[in-house]
């Protein structure tokens, strides 16, 4: 067996082109040297073994992730994903089934770039059941040569692909969308930009005029009854503030009765004409 497979590291390189070149470089293993080693790493996990596997393998990893180049995604986030899924087959693999190494592992190199590429091709997720995954990569590959599928098309690629006309439209409309931002960018100009989605979203549960004239009811009552409260005399205007104005504890009759030295009934009076003594002020009398 070849011994002229070095240590590298991907981060030391400056460009894909580099890692690229460097993985081809590594040499190919003939049948029986996959076969050895796939052996050693199944039957006595030998680290070394499973070291020489992935190296000579990378180069199919570059092939296949390639092929994925259509998707607006990093080549080399791509690429390594592609790895993960070559490192997953090897731990799996089952030299007894005499059958390549590559043969088994591009199914699992396809299936984590897949998971990789709906996971990040747009902010919300595109595809989310296996109909819809199946169509999103095989609709990509024909969306190249037509535009948008006539019945007699949609018919043949649900039957081809064994999935409902229904999946196959929806898949071809959320493929056409493309993401756009909420907010507005940096010095853009609210009045000019007409990308922005919340300028023409609608809130239909809320009204913002009934909600401003609340809120300056509010303030207008509040202003009215400061006011109003000048007029009242200091017991009473004490009663007032200690019951129902004072944002800690609120005082009791009792506690108030013992202070003024008067009953708790008589609290209770003056307590009524205050409020009734507000209520008219407030309504009927102008304050400039």
């Known amino acids: 067996m070849t011994n002229t497979i070095v240590d590298f590291k991907v981060s030391s390189l400056k460009n894909l082109e580099s890692y690229i070149c460097i993985v081809n470089a590594f040499p190919l293993l003939s049948s029986k040297e996959e076969s050895e080693l796939t052996k050693k790493f199944y039957c006595l996990k030998d680290l070394n073994s499973i070291k020489h596997l992935i190296l000579s393998h990378l180069r199919f990893v570059v092939h296949v992730a390639k092929n994925y180049s259509g998707y607006g995604l990093p080549q080399a986030d791509l690429i390594q994903e592609g ?6 087959a090897i731990k799996k693999f089952n030299p007894i089934f005499k059958v390549r190494l590559i043969s088994f592992a591009i199914h699992w190199i396809k299936a984590e770039i897949h998971e990789y590429i709906l996971k990040n091709w747009r902010i919300v997720k595109i595809a989310t059941t296996k109909a819809q995954r199946k169509l999103f990569f095989n609709l990509r590959k024909i969306k190249r040569k037509i535009g948008w599928f006539s019945n007699k098309e949609v018919n043949i690629i649900s039957g081809k692909l064994c999935v409902s006309g229904k999946d196959v439209r929806e ?3 959320r493929m056409s969308i493309q993401d756009m931002t909420f907010d507005l960018l940096p010095n853009n100009d609210i009045f000019n930009n007409k990308k922005n989605i919340f300028l023409f979203l609608e809130d239909k549960y809320s009204n ?5 004239e609340k809120l300056n009811w509010k303030k207008f ?7 109003a409260l000048i007029l009242l005399d200091n017991r009473s205007k004490y009663i007032i503030y200690s019951r129902w104005l004072y944002n800690e504890k609120k005082s009791t009759l009792r506690e108030l009765a013992n202070y003024f030295g008067i009953s708790a009934e008589r609290v209770r009076q003056l307590e009524k004409n205050a409020i009734k003594k507000l209520k008219f002020i407030v309504k009927y009398k102008k304050f400039n």
Do not use: Q, W
Not at 208 to 212: G, H, P, T
């Open 83 to 88: 790895n993960i899924g070559l490192m997953k």
């Open 221 to 227: 009552f509040l202003k009215k009854l400061k006011k």
């Open 208 to 212: 913002f005029s009934y909600n401003f």
């Open 171 to 173: 898949m071809e409309s």
